[in-house]
């Protein structure tokens, strides 16, 4: 049986939207199914693996940063990277440079690679099927 | 008229689990620590946010596990508790099948109709 790619292509930046979520856990399971996942992160999404986001305190839920445990979208990024690699599976994530031109946010998790429209139809080309997130 | 505030939430479960809660319960929360007069209203698919079973436990991306999850029905139940009225529409919680008895106790429900009469209590009234 061939091996089943799946490539998904995100737009909403982080802490905007629940797909962003629904995302992730659509990416994780694929992966723990045994899958081969690419990630075309667009726009707003490329900021997902900004390594520069960090954890915070939380007031109003009295809470320190430790007892807030605040996840951050770089570290879900991280996680999954791990996951693949435990799972003999290969995920290949992408941001649109450009994207990251614009934001500034060129900093990646250890992983993420810089790309273009290019990367996304050449994902398209070798993926058993291709999910597109879009935002609103 | 004092700067009474009326926050109208329409938007549910936005990025609630990114963040642990919604980003304006707990602006709410943050305003009326700092003194703010302020009520909320819940409407559309923000009235589900006073159902008392929901639950949001269990979110793992890898080995990351959620330890605080979101409990948007324990943060509204928590602005009731400083003082903040909480209102929902009642035409929205009909429509969506929520019956009265699964929602937090304290609510306000209001109709459609009765909108103007509970707008005009407020200086500002600021939509999400």
Same mark, same amino acid.
Do not use: C, K
């Given at each position: 049986m061939p091996r089943i790619v799946l490539t998904l292509?995100?737009?909403?930046?982080?802490?905007?939207?629940?797909?962003?979520s629904t995302a992730f856990r659509i990416v994780d399971a694929a992966i723990r199914r045994g899958h081969?996942?690419?990630?075309?992160?667009?726009?707003?999404?490329?900021?997902?693996?900004?390594?520069?986001?960090?954890?915070?305190?939380?007031?109003?839920?009295?809470?320190?940063?430790?007892?807030?445990?605040?996840?951050t979208t770089s570290n879900w990024v991280r996680e999954l990277f791990e996951l693949a690699r435990e799972q003999s599976t290969k995920l290949d994530w992408v941001n649109c440079g450009l994207c990251t031109d614009e934001r500034g946010t060129d900093e990646a998790v250890l992983g993420v690679r810089r790309g273009s429209p290019a990367d996304l139809w050449s994902f398209v080309n070798a993926s058993t099927n291709t999910l597109v997130i879009p935002t609103r | 008229?004092?700067? @009474?505030?009326? #926050?109208i939430l329409t938007t549910a479960y936005r990025a609630t689990l990114e963040?642990?809660?919604?980003?304006?319960?707990?602006?709410?929360?943050?305003?009326?620590?700092?003194?703010?007069?302020?009520d909320v209203l819940l409407r559309s698919s923000a009235v589900n946010?006073?159902? @008392?079973?929901? #639950?949001?436990?269990g979110l793992r991306i890898g080995d990351w596990l959620q330890s605080q999850p979101p409990d948007l029905a324990f943060e509204v139940g928590a602005l009731m508790s400083k003082d903040c009225r909480v209102f929902a529409l009642a035409d929205d919680l009909a429509v969506r099948g929520i019956r009265r008895d699964e929602v937090l106790p304290g609510v306000g429900f209001v109709a459609k109709a009765e909108l103007p009469a509970l707008l005009r209590n407020y200086k500002h009234i600021w939509q999400w």
């Open positions: 292509v995100l737009n909403d930046p982080p802490y905007e939207s629940a797909r962003t081969d996942v690419n990630v075309f992160a667009y726009e707003g999404a490329v900021s997902l693996a900004f390594a520069r986001q960090s954890p915070h305190a939380n007031a109003v839920h009295g809470r320190d940063v430790d007892g807030e445990d605040h996840p | 008229m004092p700067h @009474r505030m009326l #926050q963040e642990q809660d919604d980003p304006v319960l707990w602006l709410t929360h943050s305003l009326r620590n700092n003194g703010a007069d302020v946010y006073i159902v @008392r079973s929901q #639950q949001a436990s």
